[in-house]
Nanobody
């Protein structure tokens, strides 16, 4: 069964950091571009960052620039999202997504979704 599982979410104070993990089972992540999306309360889901098969990142959300870092460890079949200097507006459910073709902010292109992990930034 092909599956993506996110972990690492939780409650953090403004200015803090979290590292999210996305682990694949049933397939190899190195054959996919992996993106992180998020959905804040009352808002549509948006693309945040993506890492290409080559390992180079693409940033979609301006608010993530300079604060969020995406990386992959193909040996562990895992992609990470390091989030620093977190702000209350980063509060959302974070999803990882696998795309066999390319990095894209278009959800229709996603082949597999994780179930999401909640990130809450609050004092």
């Amino acid at each position: 069964q092909m599956q993506l599982v996110e972990s690492g979410g939780g409650l953090v104070q403004p200015g803090g950091s979290l590292r999210l993990s996305c682990v694949a089972s049933g397939f190899s992540l190195d054959a996919y571009a992996i993106g992180w999306f998020r959905q804040a309360p009352g808002k549509e889901r948006e693309a945040v960052l993506c890492i290409k098969k080559s390992g180079s990142p693409t940033v979609y959300a301006d608010s993530a620039k300079g604060r969020f870092i995406i990386s992959r460890d193909n040996a562990k079949n895992t992609v990470y999202l390091q989030m620093n200097s977190l702000k209350p507006e980063d509060t959302a459910i974070y999803y990882c997504a696998a795309d066999a073709w390319r990095c894209s902010e278009w959800e229709d292109e996603v082949d597999y979704w994780g179930q999401g992990t909640q990130v809450t930034v609050s004092s």
